[in-house]
C-alpha cells in the first residue's frame, strides 16, 4: 500500500503544479506587425475644389431693347468679336445720322472761321479806321496848300496855324482807329476760332457717343471660349444688368480649391499641382499653381488656390468636383506609417502608437506626428526607422502585452 500511496501522491502534487501553471500564464494576442523604414516622401497639401473657364465673360446688355436676332446656343464654340445677339437699333441708328450732320455743319462753320469771316463789329471798326485815314490824307493835303499860300503872303500865319492843328487831330483820330481795329480783329479771330473749334469738338463728341449705343445693340463675345449658358430668345427685352451669355475659355481649366488656412502656408504659384475628379470617367490631370489668394475666407477659414489645367482636348467640363493635390517639397528619411497605427490625441500633434520588441512584447510609445494627405502619418518624433509596430489589432492592449504577429504586414 506504502508505494502505491506515494505514487498517488506524486501524481496529485504534479498534477496540482500544472494546473497553478496554467492559470497564472498570460494570453498571448493576434496581431498584425509592420517593420518600418525610412524613405524620401512627397508632401502634398490637399484641398476640395471645382472646375472653371480660364477666364469667363457674363455678358448683359448695356442699353435697353428687344432682342431681334440670336445667332448662337448653349454648348456652341465662338471667336473673340463674334456676333452673338442682335437687339433693336432702329432710334440708335436715327440718333447716329443726326449727330453725324450735326458734326458736318460744325465742320463747315470752323472752315468759314479760319477762312476770315467777318463779324459785325470788325466791319464798324474796319470802316471807322478807312474814314479816319480819309480824314488824315485830306487835312494832310490842306495843309500843304496853305503852307505855299502862306509862303506866298497870300494868307495870314493864323490860318496856317489851324491847318497845323487840323492836321495834328486828324493824325490822332487816325491812329485811335487804326489801334481799335487792330484790337478787334485780333480778339474777333480768337474768340471765333476757339467757339468754332469747341463746337465742332461737342460734335464729335455726340457723334461718338451716338455710335458707341449703336454698336451697344450688337452683342459680341470678348473672347475665345465656348457658350455655357445662353439666358435670352429672341423677342425678350435685353436691359443692362440682365445676363444674355456666359462663355468660357475652357482651352485651359482651373481648378479653385479651397485650402485650410493652417495648411496654405507652403503652397506658392508655380508649383505642380493635379486635379482629381469626385468621378472615375476622368483621369487626374496635372498642371500648375497659378494664383494663391492673400486674405482668408472669415467663414470658411480657407484660401483659395487656383491649379491651372491644360485642357485642350476638353476632358474637364465647368462645374466638375473634385480635390486638388498641390506637391509642396520632398520629406527626406522619413518614417511614414498606416494611419491606423497611431492614436492621435485630438487638436495636437501628439499620439501613441505600440512597438514590439524582440520578445514580441508590446509597448506603449508616446510620438510626434503629422497627418499627410494620403492617409499615411509621417512620424516626426518617437520612432525609428527598423522598429517593429502593431499595425492591426493594437486598440485597448495594456502596455506590456505579449502578443502574436501571425499576420506580419509586409
Known amino acids: 500500500m506504502k508505494p502505491l500511496f506515494a505514487a498517488l501522491l506524486i501524481c496529485l502534487f504534479f498534477s496540482g503544479c500544472k494546473a497553478n501553471d496554467d492559470t497564472t500564464r498570460k494570453p498571448v494576442i493576434a496581431v498584425t506587425t509592420q517593420k518600418v523604414s525610412a524613405s524620401n516622401i512627397s508632401l502634398t497639401v490637399s484641398a476640395p475644389a471645382s472646375v472653371f473657364g480660364k477666364t469667363e465673360a457674363h455678358l448683359s446688355a448695356r442699353i435697353t431693347a428687344s432682342v431681334q436676332q440670336v445667332l448662337v446656343h448653349k454648348g456652341e464654340t465662338v471667336r473673340k468679336g463674334q456676333l452673338l445677339a442682335s437687339l433693336d437699333k432702329r432710334d440708335l441708328a436715327a440718333q447716329s445720322a443726326d449727330a453725324a450732320a450735326a458734326k458736318s455743319s460744325a465742320e463747315a462753320e470752323l472752315q468759314r472761321t479760319q477762312g476770315g469771316t467777318i463779324p459785325a463789329q470788325l466791319t464798324l471798326a474796319r470802316g471807322e479806321a478807312n474814314a479816319r485815314a480819309a480824314a488824315l490824307d485830306l487835312a494832310q493835303k490842306v495843309?500843304?496848300?496853305?503852307?505855299?499860300?502862306?509862303?506866298?503872303?497870300?494868307?495870314?500865319?493864323r490860318e496856317l496855324q489851324v491847318s497845323e492843328a487840323d492836321l495834328a487831330q486828324a493824325k490822332a483820330?487816325?491812329?485811335?482807329?487804326?489801334?481799335n481795329l487792330e484790337v478787334v480783329e485780333r480778339r474777333t479771330s480768337i474768340d471765333d476760332l476757339r467757339l468754332a473749334q469747341n463746337s465742332l469738338a461737342q460734335s464729335k463728341a455726340r457723334e461718338d457717343l451716338a455710335g458707341a449705343n449703336l454698336s451697344f445693340a450688337d452683342i459680341r463675345s470678348p473672347v475665345d471660349g465656348t457658350v455655357t449658358d445662353q439666358m435670352v430668345f429672341p423677342g425678350d427685352l435685353a436691359s443692362p444688368g440682365t445676363p444674355m451669355f456666359t462663355v468660357m475659355d475652357l482651352s485651359s481649366a482651373v481648378a479653385r480649391a479651397q485650402v485650410d488656412a493652417d495648411k496654405a502656408g507652403p503652397v506658392r504659384v508655380g508649383q505642380a499641382c493635379s486635379f482629381h475628379s469626385n468621378g472615375d470617367s476622368v483621369p487626374p490631370q496635372n498642371g500648375r499653381v497659378t494664383a494663391v489668394n492673400q486674405a482668408v475666407d472669415p467663414a470658411r477659414r480657407t484660401i483659395e488656390v487656383w491649379c491651372e489645367v491644360p485642357n485642350t482636348k476638353g476632358i474637364l467640363k465647368a462645374g466638375v468636383f473634385g480635390r486638388v493635390e498641390v506637391a509642396v517639397g520632398t520629406a527626406e528619411n522619413s518614417v511614414v506609417v498606416p494611419s491606423g497605427a497611431v492614436e492621435m490625441t485630438e487638436g495636437t500633434a501628439k499620439g501613441k502608437l505600440y512597438v514590439v520588441d524582440a520578445k514580441n512584447i508590446a509597448h506603449v510609445r508616446e510620438v510626434e506626428a503629422q497627418p499627410l494627405d494620403d492617409g499615411r502619418i509621417r512620424i516626426l518624433k518617437g520612432l525609428q526607422s527598423g522598429e517593429t509596430i502593431i499595425v492591426v489589432g493594437e486598440y485597448g492592449l495594456p502596455d506590456g502585452t505579449a502578443i502574436n504577429p501571425s499576420g506580419v504586414a509586409r
Request: aromatic share 10%; charged share 30%; proline share 0%.
Open 143 to 157: 495843309y500843304e496848300r496853305r503852307k505855299v499860300l502862306f509862303e506866298q503872303g497870300a494868307i495870314s500865319g
Open 173 to 179: 483820330n487816325a491812329d485811335a482807329a487804326q489801334k
